[in-house]
């Protein structure tokens, strides 16, 4: 006779993974990152945050900004993320993530913030307005990542002393009063590429860069991606092969090596004799069909701001009873009255 299983099913990990609405997300982001996430969401209990509080440590225009919150999102949806399983939301609308972040500021050293190497880069290249914002950043993070009890968060290697700042701020915290935060884990996946800037190659492609040329949008018309593409810095030499010294071509090769499959021998091989501009122009084609189903999805969201505006509330309500409950415990063991 079979017996019947009473084996609970095993909790899935939480995985917490935020973007930035600090411009409209580049290639960068979506090799680097968002290409992932929805393999990410099917494996573990996925939370998915626009981080518009972080965004503003550095200036945003309003106008733009409100656009940009609503266009991550609904690239969040275009990537296949699905609102039912997994929790998409907008970090502003859970109150909660500013108020832990107070508090965790008043547990953490102004000392091991100030070796925060993000926040030294920043400082130059926002020296008109070095806030404490920028300065406080990492904590806020620790924040995000901390309400939710989150095991795992894939970092990149400019996060990883983020969130190790995030485990010791856990750690201390757990250690004055008692277990409180779930210490997470760095979540070491499919290692999406480092795509730098098409014009200076030894920079990663950012979308708050000024020029441009530097990044793809995931927006960007077909013809601009070619154009960008087409005016990317390279080097002399004209031949297509990876090597020190050739970031440029490296780069260009990373990125048609993420959009077609093909390792870096294959491509050598098949441009072998080939000029710059035929590698060029089988980059900026790769790179449009890759990010042709993203942008007509993409469209069709942002064409319905009702249901953005539904997924959004749904998201921030779930997120919330989550993180209200870890705030509610910080809060007692702290000393607080509760309302
Ligand atoms: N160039 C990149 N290559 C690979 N991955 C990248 N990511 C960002 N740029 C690249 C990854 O994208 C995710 C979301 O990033 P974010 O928006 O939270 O912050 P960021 O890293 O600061 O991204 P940007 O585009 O450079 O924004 P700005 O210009 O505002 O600073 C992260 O997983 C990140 O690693």
């Given at each position: ?130 806030n ?25 290697a ?7 700042i ?89 990125i ?41 999805k ?11 505006k539904d ?29």
């Amino acid at each position: 006779m079979d017996t019947p299983n009473t084996q609970p099913e095993a909790r899935k990990k939480r995985i917490l993974s935020c973007i930035q609405p600090s411009g409209i997300p580049t290639l960068g982001n979506y090799l680097g990152a968002l290409k992932n996430w929805k393999t990410l969401a099917d494996e573990f209990d996925g939370a998915f945050a626009v981080a518009d509080l972080h965004a503003i440590t550095v200036r945003q225009d309003p106008a733009k900004f409100r656009q940009q919150i609503q266009q991550v999102l609904a690239l969040l949806l275009a990537i296949g993320l699905d609102p039912e399983q997994s929790i998409l939301f907008i970090q502003s609308h859970v109150p909660a993530h500013s108020q832990l972040a107070w508090i965790l500021n008043c547990y953490t050293q102004f000392g091991e913030m100030s070796r925060m190497t993000q926040f030294k880069d920043k400082s130059q290249s926002h020296a008109d307005n070095v806030n404490v914002g920028l300065f406080a950043y990492p904590v806020l993070m620790a924040a995000d990542i901390l309400l939710y009890q989150a095991d795992l968060v894939p970092v990149g290697a400019d996060q990883k002393q983020h969130l190790e700042i995030a485990r010791d701020i856990a750690n201390r915290f757990n250690t004055l009063y008692s277990p409180t935060f779930t210490i997470p884990e760095p979540y070491i996946g499919k290692q999406g590429a480092r795509v730098m800037s098409l014009q200076s190659p030894d920079k990663k492609m950012s979308k708050s860069d000024p020029n441009p040329k530097g990044y793809i949008s995931v927006f960007d018309a077909p013809e601009v991606i070619m154009k960008k593409i087409k005016s990317a810095v390279t080097d002399s030499e004209g031949c297509v092969r990876y090597a020190d010294g050739k970031d440029g071509i490296n780069n260009l090769m990373s990125i048609y090596s993420c959009c077609t499959g093909l390792s870096d021998a294959q491509i050598e091989h098949d441009f072998q004799g080939k000029g710059y501009g035929d590698f060029k122009v089988a980059v900026a084609e790769a790179v449009i069909e890759e990010l042709r189903p993203v942008r007509e999805k993409f469209d069709r969201y942002m064409g319905d701001k009702a249901y953005l505006k539904d997924v959004a509330a749904q998201g921030a309500e779930r997120a919330s009873r989550i993180a209200n409950r870890t705030l509610q415990k910080v809060m007692k063991k702290v000393g607080f009255v509760l309302p």
